[in-house]
């Protein structure tokens, strides 16, 4: 999908680029154009200011962070390395967080800032819910603190489908 939405973006820079060169013979009479371009455009010929496109930035790092999951490092959901992975990983979220605040889009990117929620909200429920430390609950057992690590562990890649789909809903 991202691959179309380049080549779509790629396809419309070309034909802007195109359509704004000019030969300089002041439409094809042979003659060179007396009126001067404009040097600069005025306010109200400029379009309104998209919103960055966050993703080319977080998607690889979220995506990595997905990957680097090893599938056992949660089976014990209060294990030391249990923690340790699921902070790494809701720290990334929380950057992400923090890109979109620095940007000022966060109107651009409501279900991102959703996704970041849920995370926020897991981890909230994890830490109070004194899963960090417990050697009896399991990622499989259906375990309340299994669900918690559930949505911390899935945190970054709903975070990354957010972010495309927020992109990709601007208008």
Avoid: F
């Amino acid at each position: 999908m991202r691959r179309t939405v380049t080549a779509v973006t790629a396809a419309l820079l070309a034909v802007l680029l195109t359509g704004g060169c000019s030969d300089g013979n002041g439409g094809g009479d042979g003659k060179a154009d007396a009126s001067p371009a404009p040097a600069t455009s005025t306010p109200a010929d400029e379009p309104e200011t998209a919103a960055p496109k966050l993703s080319e930035e977080w998607g690889p790092k979220l995506q990595a962070a997905t990957r680097s999951s090893r599938d056992d490092v949660c089976k014990t959901v209060g294990s030391k390395p249990c923690v340790e992975h699921i902070t790494t990983l809701t720290e990334l979220v929380y950057d992400v967080r923090d890109a979109i605040d620095t940007a000022g889009a966060g109107a651009a990117y409501p279900k991102t800032l959703a996704a970041v929620d849920d995370v926020e909200e897991a981890s909230g429920a994890y830490a109070e819910g004194g899963c960090a430390g417990s050697s009896e609950a399991t990622l499989l057992d259906g375990s309340v603190c299994g669900g918690y690590v559930a949505a911390l562990l899935l945190g970054p890649s709903m975070l990354d489908i957010r972010m495309t789909t927020d992109e990709l809903a601007a208008p």
